[in-house]
């Protein structure tokens, strides 16, 4: 069995790689914080290493035991709004994190890591959908963040042999999401209908994204590891769904007729953001298989079933 360690395995899309890759007979061990995170989410009969990829020693020791031939690196810092309050803690953890990876990694003859990046590493673009080759010039630290570890990366595939795949996520939801990632807008929202809450948008609510879901993002983690060689690829539906429409779908799905409330756009939202997969789909081999709607019913069946639990306990 082919052994990969995944750090941020107890996140959302930590966890649901995990299942992923279990399903497919890889032998998985998870390196986690914990910060946002839960040991509940923990695969059984997986090996959890609990501390930060900022310690390096702890990431030596985690790898001397486990001795991964893969790393799928989730690990990070995610909110775009912390990355601005407090940039140096962001550095820390989404640079010298993936640094720290990189050394350990070439220390203990890893042969890929499959680094998890951001559409963030764009900032905005005249171009849409947005393709993988656009260079792009990103507006807050996280996506400076993620860039400088892409680059990093690509300078240890040169240097020490180390294959890497980049995939630049779009916003991402499903199951298991808290609010604080960059699709949080799905779990904000459901969340509110199922509790018969009122739902504010910020902004005219005709600002578009490119939702994908968490399945489908697990499935690129997949292939990734199977491709043959280093690459970067958006992992994105390159759908535009503006939030209107989204909520939109979300309401019938709740049955909900509630209208939203709208608030004043907010600093630095960029107005549309697409992702073109076409490559991810060439050269991958790799196709999102949920729709929005699918994707959400699913999500929704998932809320609805812990509401009843919290109900129920
Ligand atoms: N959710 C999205 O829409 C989205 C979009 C683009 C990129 N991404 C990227 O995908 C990855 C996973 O994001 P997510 O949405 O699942 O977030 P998440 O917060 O649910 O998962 C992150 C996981 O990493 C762990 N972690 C955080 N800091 C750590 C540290 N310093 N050391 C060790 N473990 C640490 C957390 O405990 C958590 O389990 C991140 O790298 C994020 O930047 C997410």
Redesign the pocket.
């Known amino acids: 069995m082919k052994k990969v360690l995944v750090?941020?395995?107890?996140?959302?899309?930590?966890?649901s790689v995990v299942d992923v890759l279990i399903r497919n007979n890889y032998d998985v061990a998870i390196?986690?914080?914990?910060?946002?995170?839960?040991i509940i989410?923990a695969y059984p009969g997986c090996i959890v290493f609990t501390?930060?990829?900022?310690?390096a020693n702890s990431l030596d020791l985690a790898m001397s035991i486990f001795k991964p031939e893969f790393i799928i690196?989730?690990?990070?810092?995610?909110s775009v709004e912390k990355s601005v309050n407090n940039i140096v803690d962001d550095a820390?953890?989404?640079i010298i994190?993936t640094v720290n990876i990189i050394k350990l990694a070439r220390i203990h003859g890893v042969k890929k890591i499959v680094f998890?990046?951001?559409?963030?590493v764009y900032g905005k673009s005249d171009i849409l959908p947005i393709p993988v080759s656009y260079e792009g010039q990103p507006l807050s630290p996280?996506g400076a963040s993620?860039k400088t570890a892409e680059n990093y990366l690509k300078v240890a595939k040169e240097l020490y042999g180390i294959d890497y795949v980049i995939l630049?996520?779009?916003?991402?939801?499903g199951p298991?999401?808290?609010s604080?990632?960059?699709?949080?807008v799905v779990s904000i929202f459901m969340d509110r209908l199922i509790r018969n809450k009122q739902v504010t948008i910020y902004g005219d609510g005709f600002q578009t994204r490119d939702f994908?879901y968490v399945e489908d993002v697990a499935k690129a983690n997949l292939k990734a590891l199977q491709y043959g060689k280093s690459g970067v690829f958006n992992i994105s539906s390159t759908t535009s769904t503006s939030i209107l429409e989204l909520m939109g779908l979300i309401q019938e799905i709740c049955m909900d007729t509630l209208p939203p409330v709208f608030g004043h756009e907010r600093n630095g939202d960029i107005k549309n953001s697409v992702l073109c997969n076409q490559s991810s789909i060439d050269s991958l081999s790799w196709t999102p298989e949920h729709s929005l709607k699918q994707g959400l019913l699913k999500t929704y069946h998932f809320y609805l079933s812990e509401k009843m639990a919290s109900v129920n306990v």
Request: glycine share 16%; aromatic share 10%; proline share 0%.
């Open positions: 750090t941020g395995g107890l996140g959302f899309i930590g966890s390196y986690d914080d914990l910060s946002t995170g839960s989410d501390n930060r990829v900022e310690d690196h989730l690990a990070a810092q995610i820390l953890t989404n994190g998890a990046s951001s559409a963030a996280y993620k630049r996520y779009s916003n991402v939801y298991r999401q808290t604080n990632g960059e699709g949080g994908i």
